[in-house]
């Protein structure tokens, strides 16, 4: 058996459950925050046998491509302490990061 944990953008969690689920896999939905941007994001926790991890890879893959977006980073201005100036600058968001987990035992109560 395997555990899935799969981080993903909050824009694609909902659709990607939906998927996951008609496919037949259990899912449970964590709400989490990503560090650099500081956006939402969704952690999905995933239990699978060991035969359908491909399965399973491919429907996050196919669901949650990357994409770019502006984002606005607060910049230090010399001399003047906390006075920051946005700089937009052009980031990739999305996709998903998955961790792959072998679990010794699953016991559901």
Do not use: W
């Not at 937009?88 to 792959?100: D, K, Q, S």
């Amino acid at each position: 058996m395997k555990l899935i944990i799969a981080i993903v953008q909050d824009e694609d969690a909902s659709h990607l459950i939906s998927t996951l689920m008609t496919e037949g896999f259990s899912v449970t939905k964590l709400a989490t925050t990503g560090g650099f941007l500081k956006a939402g994001n969704t952690t999905l926790l995933i239990g699978i046998e060991d035969d359908q991890s491909e399965k399973c890879l491919g429907v996050i893959e196919r669901l949650c491509k990357s994409r770019k977006q502006i984002a606005t980073t607060p910049i230090t201005m010399g001399g003047a302490a906390g006075m920051y100036t946005p700089y937009p600058i052009e980031v990739t968001v999305g996709g998903a990061t998955v961790f792959m987990l072998d679990v010794e035992r699953f016991i559901k109560m």
